[in-house]
């Protein structure tokens, strides 16, 4: 069964550093998310994107994040200079075009901001 | 802007027993409901949806769910517990018109043996 596959699986990363978080979407899904997890509670929404750009974000989605699908296959979260608050689990989740359709998560990045 | 609660953060159940958890949601338009399990240090599976229609719909592992309009709520139950149910479960709204999935803070679900 086509999944979501993501990596790494874990990344640790000093205070300032960029990360970029890596995802694989199910290869007939058009529409592709970040969403976020702090400590196993309130997932929360990031950041929509379709058709090659972002159709909504949140507002924890700021300047210091950015999304790309270079290659039309991977679909990619950067933060530019991670915070310690940045410290989370990061789900990508993509879904097909018809209304109504679920998405569809990965197992997750574990970043840690040390 | 839509919205979804959950107002138990947990909810204990003796195995064999049946199980509810609540649900309410807020859309301006019509809502897609969703229902997620997420087991320790897992992603977020999907269990079951409602898009129109029948109001009681019917998911994995023998979840079913009702729709109710008039209160705006779609409760997750099971008649049967099984301690294999022990997870924590999201429910999820989408509103038409709209490309993001909300999720609410999530009801952690245990099953006594």
């Known amino acids: 069964e086509p999944e979501v596959t993501q990596t790494p699986s874990h990344q640790v990363t000093q205070m300032g550093q960029e990360v970029i978080l890596r995802c694989v979407p199910i290869s007939n899904h058009l529409y592709f998310y970040w969403y976020r997890q702090i400590l196993g509670q309130k997932v929360e929404f990031l950041v929509s994107?379709?058709?090659?750009?972002?159709?909504?974000k949140s507002e924890i989605f700021d300047d210091q994040f950015s999304v790309e699908r270079p290659d039309g296959s991977n679909f990619t979260l950067k933060i530019r200079s991670t915070k310690l608050e940045d410290s989370a689990m990061y789900f990508c989740?993509?879904?097909?075009?018809?209304?109504?359709?679920?998405?569809?998560f990965g197992q997750g990045t574990r970043l840690t901001v040390v | 802007a839509q919205s979804v609660a959950q107002p138990e953060d947990q909810v204990n159940v003796a195995e064999g027993n049946p199980l509810t958890v609540k649900c309410t949601y807020s859309?301006?338009?019509?809502?897609?409901l969703f229902w997620y399990v997420q087991y320790p240090n897992r992603g977020l599976q999907f269990l079951l949806k409602y898009i129109t229609g029948d109001n009681l719909v019917k998911g994995s592992y023998g979840f079913e769910a009702e729709f109710n309009k008039s209160q705006t709520s779609f409760h997750l139950k099971k008649p049967s517990a099984l301690v294999s149910d022990s997870a924590l479960y999201f429910c999820?709204?989408?509103?038409?018109?709209?490309?993001?999935?909300?999720f609410g803070k999530g009801t952690r679900l245990h099953i006594l043996p």
């Open positions: 994107f379709y058709n090659n750009e972002i159709s909504e």
């Open positions: 859309v301006s338009g019509n809502p897609y």
């Open positions: 989740a993509s879904r097909k075009v018809r209304q109504g359709n679920e998405a569809f």
């Open positions: 999820a709204v989408r509103d038409t018109g709209d490309d993001k999935i909300i």
